[in-house]
């Protein structure tokens, strides 16, 4: 039998109560993690915890908004006396509030940034001093597609999946040679409640573009997710690796 890749690493994934987060959780769980569920709403908490412990898993659950430093602060403080270190963390938490350029607004503009970018600042530099005193760590972001191409009426949500990848290659030379690496995943459109709310025909003409005629399952960023937080990907840092069945071919 082989040994699951991420044995006893104490693990934390945000906004994993749904979608590619909870796929993560899951995934995480299954390869012998400890799984830190992090999310808004104690209902989709306990529901993941749930499924994660029924694989088998350690795992425990907190309310944490990632734009809210305190309670973030709090959380890894927690964790971090409960487990004594912390190994990986998943900045997947994110939101879209979609607008053209022309109408969007500045709540709308700022909301996303407040989650998508602020959110993963905070999460990262709260957890990134553990990593450096422990002499390893992982960080992962999400980034997107459109964090490579842009996207039309994602001016905020693409700045911030923009912006993700700079903090990957700025993380990944600061923390680097203290041991923890840091790297970025771009999925494509994957079926996924935030995916759901687009319009059918919208998904219909994105399935067309993929050379492989269908749009991602979150298991297929969960299973990349888990590559890189192994040992496995050792020797990958500051990268930003697309998962989108080809689109931008
Ligand atoms: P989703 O909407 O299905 O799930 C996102 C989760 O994040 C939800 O459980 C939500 O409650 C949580 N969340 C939202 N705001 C939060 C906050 N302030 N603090 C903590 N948790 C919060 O989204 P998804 O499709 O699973 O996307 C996950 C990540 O992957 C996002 O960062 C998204 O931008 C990125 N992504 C998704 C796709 C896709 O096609 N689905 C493509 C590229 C990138």
Redesign the pocket.
């Known amino acids: 039998m082989t040994t699951p890749r991420l044995l006893n690493k104490i693990c934390i994934i945000?906004?994993s109560?749904?979608?590619?987060?909870l796929a993560t959780a899951l995934k995480f769980a299954a390869e012998g993690a400890t799984v830190i569920v992090?999310?808004?709403?104690q209902a989709?908490v306990d529901e993941a915890v749930a499924q994660c412990q029924a694989l088998g898993a350690t795992a425990e659950g907190f309310v944490?908004?990632?734009?809210q430093r305190p309670v973030v602060d709090a959380v890894v403080a927690s964790v971090k006396a409960k487990y004594g270190r912390i190994d990986v963390l998943v900045n997947?938490?994110?939101?879209?509030q979609d607008s053209s350029l022309k109408k969007m607004t500045i709540e709308q503009f700022d909301r996303v940034i407040d989650?998508?970018l602020r959110?993963v600042f905070h999460c990262s530099q709260a957890i990134a001093d553990i990593m450096v005193a422990q002499g390893s760590g992982v960080i992962l972001n999400?980034?997107?597609?459109?964090g490579l191409y842009g996207n039309f009426g994602q001016t905020n949500y693409a700045a911030t999946?923009f912006g993700v990848i700079g903090f990957t290659k700025t993380w990944s030379r600061e923390l680097g040679p203290k041991g923890v690496r840091v790297n970025a995943v771009?999925?494509?459109?994957?079926t996924?409640?935030?995916?759901a709310a687009m319009p059918e025909k919208v998904l219909a003409d994105l399935s067309a573009k993929v050379h492989m005629r269908r749009l991602g399952k979150?298991e297929e960023i969960a299973n990349l997710y888990a590559f890189l937080a192994s040992d496995e990907a050792s020797y990958i840092n500051g990268e930003v690796i697309e998962v989108s069945g080809g689109i931008s071919l």
């Open positions: 945000t906004g109560a749904q979608g590619i987060g992090c999310d808004v709403k989709g944490m908004d990632v734009t997947n938490a994110g939101i879209t989650v998508n959110g999400a980034s997107s597609i459109v999946k771009a999925p494509g459109f994957i996924t409640p935030m995916v979150p």
